[in-house]
C-alpha cells in the first residue's frame, strides 16, 4: 500500500532532511587524500546526535538470512563499489570517487539521500559519471509530476544515461518512504514491463540513479553480505534525493532551499 503523506507528515519529514543536509556539507568538507571511511561516517553520527536524530540506515537488515544488520551511519562505497559499503579503515586516495548514501529518522520519519565525490583530482571520465549520475536523476524529477506514472521517471532517468555511454543498475531500485525507510512503491531507474502506479500528491519517493561506467550488471561481496560492487568492476556513481509529488513541481526535501 502506498502511504500518502499530509502536510504535517511532509513537515516532519522536511526537519528530517535539513540534518540529513547539514550530515552531507560536513562530510564533503571533510573528503580529502587521507581520512577513511570511519571518519566520515563518525562526522554524520555526532551531527545527527547533535539535532536529536537517529541514523535510518543503522541496525537495518540485510539482504540474506545471515547477514549482519547494517553497522553504520552511512553507506560509503569506493570506486567499483555501488551501494552499501561499510565504512572502515580504508584511507580515500587521490583519484577516487566516493558515494555517500545517508538517512535520517526524526520524530517518526525518515529521509534519504545519496552523492558521489571526486577524491583529489580525479579523472576527465570519472567527473563525467558523477555529473551524467546527478543530470539523470533532475530528468527522472521532471516526470515526478501529478498524473505521470513511476515508468516516467524510470525513462527519463535512463535516457540520460544511456545517451552518454553508461548503463544504469538493474538489481537495485528507488523506493517510497516516510514511516518506514523503504515503502511502496518501487521506483526502477530504467524501463521495465512495470510501469508503477499513477503520482498522485503527497507520495514521497526517495529517487536514487545508481549509474556504472560499464556493464550495469552487479555482485554482492558475501565476506561482509552487504557491500555492492560492478560485475566488472568499472567504476559507479550514485545521487538521491527525498522528493514529494504535488499537484504542480515535485519538492525536493533533501537539497537545500
Not at 550514485?238 to 525536493?252: F, S
Request: proline share 5%; net charge negative.
Amino acid at each position: 500500500m502506498i502511504n500518502i503523506k499530509s502536510r504535517s507528515q511532509i513537515d516532519k519529514m522536511q526537519k528530517s532532511a535539513d540534518i540529513l543536509i547539514q550530515v552531507f556539507d560536513e562530510v564533503e568538507k571533510a573528503i580529502e587524500p587521507g581520512v577513511t571511511t570511519q571518519y566520515l561516517d563518525s562526522i554524520a553520527a555526532e551531527v545527527i546526535r547533535k539535532h536529536n536524530g537517529l541514523p535510518s540506515f543503522k541496525g537495518q537488515p540485510g539482504m540474506f538470512r545471515d547477514s549482519i544488520p547494517f553497522p553504520s551511519v552511512l553507506c560509503i562505497s569506493i570506486n567499483d563499489q555501488v551501494i552499501h559499503g561499510i565504512p572502515s579503515n580504508r584511507v580515500l586516495v587521490e583519484g577516487d570517487i566516493v558515494s555517500i548514501d545517508g538517512g535520517v529518522l526524526l520524530d517518526g520519519y525518515h529521509s534519504d539521500a545519496a552523492r558521489t565525490y571526486g577524491v583529489g583530482k580525479i579523472s576527465a571520465e570519472a567527473q563525467k559519471l558523477i555529473d551524467v549520475t546527478k543530470e539523470s536523476f533532475f530528468a527522472g524529477v521532471s516526470s515526478a509530476v501529478y498524473g505521470n506514472r513511476i515508468s516516467h521517471i524510470s525513462a527519463s532517468i535512463q535516457n540520460i544515461v544511456e545517451s552518454n555511454g553508461f548503463s544504469i543498475v538493474r538489481d537495485f531500485v528507488g523506493h517510497g518512504i516516510g514511516r518506514e525507510l523503504h515503502e511502496e512503491p518501487e521506483v526502477p531507474n530504467y524501463v521495465s514491463k512495470f510501469r508503477g502506479p499513477r503520482l498522485e500528491p503527497g507520495m514521497v519517493l526517495a529517487v536514487e540513479p545508481m549509474v556504472n561506467m560499464g556493464s550495469y550488471e552487479v555482485t554482492v561481496d558475501m565476506d561482509d553480505k552487504w557491500t555492492v560492487y560492478t560485475k566488472d568492476h568499472s567504476l559507479s556513481a550514485h545521487y538521491e534525493n527525498t522528493i514529494v509529488i504535488t499537484d504542480d513541481e515535485p519538492m525536493i526535501l533533501t537539497l537545500k532551499r
